[in-house]
């Protein structure tokens, strides 16, 4: 029998691959698009061994990256692009910004169609687990105009949290930026990244979001990137990230 150590999950593999992410695969996975050894999984749970199994997606082999191979870029995501591979509304795809690379590159979670600001897509599974995965609460902050006064009470209201229908929220920090009685702007860090999260805790306290700007992830600012238009992170940006989500907690799903 072969030593556990030597498996990993299925789902694991086929993000460090770099095909997509680790909730992504879990998908591809029960669709049937994924087979080991030419058979079909569909169940989750199925763990594997990268030395000795082969596995295909959509029928085409995956392989590891070596190192030198992960890559990750910045993207100053404009409003009107959709943060998913595949769009069955055909609507721009953030990945037609940096369509010239030959590499698939997927976006680590989602900016709404609506929201514009800073978006990294990479080919490192690891890395974009690590980004996706509330319990390393990498910060993100937007910018958020809302229509209305927005003041002081609000503000406090905002702070002691608002219920959503997934559960409770509370940013880790707010602060007004300018009220007037037509709109106001605010500014936002949150540790999560659930759903429409910042739309849904404005409209929680009775405010309707006009724009809606991620303007930090991280330390990583939009810095230098025109709306629309990329970087690439470099090695001590990726050595600063990865440190970040050890310090973060455990990885006890690392397997
Ligand atoms: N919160 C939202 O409501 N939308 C986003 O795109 C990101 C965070």
């Not at 930090?216 to 970040?244: C, H, I, M, Y």
């Amino acid at each position: 029998m072969e030593p556990d150590t030597d498996l990993i999950r299925l789902q694991k593999y086929i993000a460090d691959c770099g095909v997509t992410s680790r909730r992504r695969a879990e998908i591809m996975i029960s669709e049937g698009r994924v087979s080991v050894n030419g058979n079909i999984i569909n169940e989750q749970g199925v763990k594997i061994n990268p030395q000795a199994d082969q596995v295909k997606v959509d029928g085409k082999i995956v392989s590891l990256k070596a190192e030198s191979s992960r890559k990750t870029l910045l993207l100053h995501k404009p409003v009107g692009y959709v943060s998913t591979m595949e769009d069955p509304q055909n609507r721009p795809l953030v990945k037609d910004l940096y369509a010239d690379l030959k590499e698939r590159f997927y976006p680590v979670g989602r900016l709404d169609i609506n929201t514009s600001g800073l978006l990294l897509c990479t080919n490192d599974g690891e890395l974009a687990y690590q980004l996706m995965h509330p319990r390393f609460k990498f910060e993100k902050e937007y910018l958020i105009t809302v229509a209305g006064y927005f003041g002081i009470n609000d503000l406090t209201a905002l702070k002691r949290g608002v219920e959503l229908e997934d559960g409770p929220a509370q940013p880790l920090r707010a602060w007004i930026k300018q009220s007037h009685s037509r709109q106001s702007e605010l500014s936002m860090v949150i540790g999560e990244g659930r759903n429409r999260q910042v739309r849904r805790m404005m409209a929680a306290l009775g405010f309707s979001v006009i724009s809606l700007q991620r303007t930090r992830l991280a330390f990583l600012t939009l810095a230098g990137v025109k709306k629309g238009s990329w970087r690439w992170l470099q090695k001590p940006e990726l050595d600063n990230l990865r440190r970040l989500a050890e310090k973060g907690q455990d990885d006890k799903d690392g397997i």
